[in-house]
């Protein structure tokens, strides 16, 4: 297992004994990010703990406005400076909060990257592809001479599977497809050989068929780094086809967390199996299914548990109680009273 | 590119015959008779078109433009008869006065502007800010007329500082730069507080998009965000600048004439006044020009800096 998750107490046992070995690329734990607004504070993301190793890929799904964004943010340091943030980073590691803001920055581009949901706006739109790669990689090998920076630009260009590269670094971002603009952006991402690349929603504003091409692409060139890979998406196919391990987020927080296969097929949390259902996929004769209601506001979470108000298991701790972590075994768990054995009909029913 | 500017001046040309057409026009049809002032109060009437015949007055519309506008491209825009000078050699003249004016104020206003306009957009919400925009926003609000006189009371008449009328060049330099100070405050402090707004509007706006997280995810400097910012604010900034110049070189009527300028503002003034139609025709046809070639150079500008305005227009 190349992920391994140490998110709550009750569950310190799973990472505790992996002292041995190199230190993990990325390592978080109890990652609180609070913006600062007029209205108060609005907590986007709320002691989420993880790591992730060379090579290895954790996905998040969640909806809109659950933190995802946010979280990504906060791990490489650009949200806005009167942000908030609480616990440790961990980069290879180097506790990067502790940093100055010129070290923190130094780490950007050269330990982590961040590739960005809409690959339309991500392009400085008035420099040539070709400027705006050679600026990243002489960023990342200082005393590089031009020649040789315009000879490596291609070369990423290459690894990112742009067809005829060289006409492509002499483009402005406005002639290039979507598609093409996101492996630009991608190779920008990996320019500085970082150890952990960071996607936010990387497929969402791409046309469908270049979603799947995107996503192999996207692993490849991170086995090529061998950075570990954290991606956030609501698009459960990509999670299918990318994850080692995947963490569901809700409200701030994960609520369910485990490997691929088991948080896909066998979900634990209602909010997990809500989103399943709410998935299309083609040849399959069931209508999709809303969750109903909204994902609360992160300004002030209601008590007990953040989903039960548009949960339909919901009992009465559930409005009480914060829920407690129930381990299904083998390092998966979920954040819900009745993830292992109180509702097992539902999931039953939907397979026959 | 070079296709681009040969259609950029082509599409002017257009503009400039529509223009000429309005201005020769809009003479043609001002009450009076242009030959009432060559003529004796007692001529008679066939002494009178006698003398229209000679200036072409009793020709139809279209061929006096048809003359007016050949002999205005050989450069003769007429003889102004109550100055007793070529429309031509006075507009050159007035050009002058009018550049070097135009020219102090566009770059002193336009420099200005763009370093406070930087300073509060870096700065957002910030003390400098709020400052540069109260500055800004009370620049635009006064009318230059309004700044003239109001400098012209105090630093001229009260404080005797600056002298309070034009002198040109031909009168030296130290005279000459002295008497501009006070119409140059007054024209470029439009022009400032524009600059001013516009380009903090801009550097806020480019820092809200998405380009720029991805500048900062790489690891770049602060500095160097800026620098990437600014080189994609500048292009509404240029675009306002261009109207500035083209405005204070179109020759500022209210401020020369305030400060007695003797430039192309100045010129028409006295031209209307006197009912110098020969000068107000070839003023007003210089003034447009100007604005054509203003609007020309900025459009070509952009497309060199910018290549999505290049992708538009070609």
Known sequence: ?352 | MLRLIIRRILMAVPILIGVSIIVFLLMSVVPGDPEAGLVPDDATPAERQAIRHQLGLDQPLPIRYFHWAVSALHGDLGYSTLRRREVSDLLQQAWGNTFVLAAVSAIFGIALGLLLGYLAGTRRGKVVDRVVSIFSLGGLSIPSFFLAILLLGVLSGQLRLFPSGGATFDEGWGVAIQSLVLPVLSGAMITMAITARVTRAAIVDVFSADFVETLRAKGLTEFGVRMHVLRNAISPVLTTSGVQIGALLGGSVLVETIFRWPGMGLLLYTAISTRDLEVVQGTTLVIALTFVVINLVVDLVQAAIDPRVRGAVS
């Not at chain 1, 998110?7 to 600062?36: K, M, N, W, Y």
């Not at chain 1, 340091?77 to 609480?86: A, H, Q």
């Not at chain 1, 998406?233 to 967390?257: C, I, K, N, P």
């Not at chain 1, 914060?322 to 299904?328: C, E, G, Y």
Request: glycine share 8%; proline share 8%; with cysteine.
């Open chain 1, 1 to 352: 297992m190349t992920i391994r998750t140490q998110t709550a107490p009750a569950l310190g046992s799973v990472a505790a004994d992996g002292a041995a070995g190199p230190a993990p690329a990325l390592h978080v734990t109890d990652l609180i990010t609070e913006f600062r607004t007029r209205t108060g504070p609005t907590r986007a993301v709320d002691g989420v703990s993880f790591t992730v190793n060379r090579g290895g890929v954790l996905l998040v799904i969640g909806e809109s406005g659950s933190g995802k964004s946010a979280m990504l943010r906060s791990i490489i340091g650009i949200n806005p400076p009167t942000t908030l943030i609480e616990g440790t980073i961990e980069l290879n590691g180097r506790d990067v909060l502790g940093m100055s803001p010129r070290e923190r920055r130094k780490t950007r581009g050269r330990d982590i990257s961040m590739v960005f949901q809409d690959p339309l706006t991500a392009l400085d739109p008035v420099y040539t592809v070709e400027k705006q790669l050679v600026e990243t990689v002489r960023k990342h090998h200082p005393g590089i001479s031009r020649g040789d920076a315009r000879a490596r630009a291609l070369e990423l260009l290459e690894l990112v599977q742009i067809p005829s590269p060289a006409a492509r670094l002499r483009a402005y971002p406005n002639e290039l497809s979507g598609g093409m603009r996101q492996r630009v952006v991608i190779a920008m991402a990996i320019a500085g050989k970082p150890q952990v690349i960071l996607a936010d929603e990387p497929t969402t504003a791409l046309d469908v068929t270049v979603q799947a091409r995107m996503i192999r692409l996207f692993r490849q060139v991170q086995l090529d780094v061998d950075a570990g890979l954290v991606v956030v998406t609501h698009d459960l196919g990509v999670a299918a086809e990318l994850a080692d391990e995947v963490a569901v987020m809700y409200g701030g927080r994960f609520v369910e967390y485990g490997s691929a296969e088991q948080v896909l097929t066998r979900p634990a949390h209602p909010y997990t199996e809500g989103l399943i259902e709410a998935n299309v996929r083609a040849g399959q004769d069931r209508r999709p299914r809303a969750i109903p209601g909204a994902p609360p506001s992160l300004r002030r979470l209601p008590p007990g548990c953040a989903l039960a108000p548009r949960c339909s298991y919901a009992i009465e701790s559930c409005w009480t109680q914060d829920p407690p972590i129930k381990d299904v075994g083998d390092g998966h768990w979920s954040r819900c009273e009745l993830a292992v054995d109180a509702r097992p009909a539902r999931a039953v029913s939907r397979a026959s």
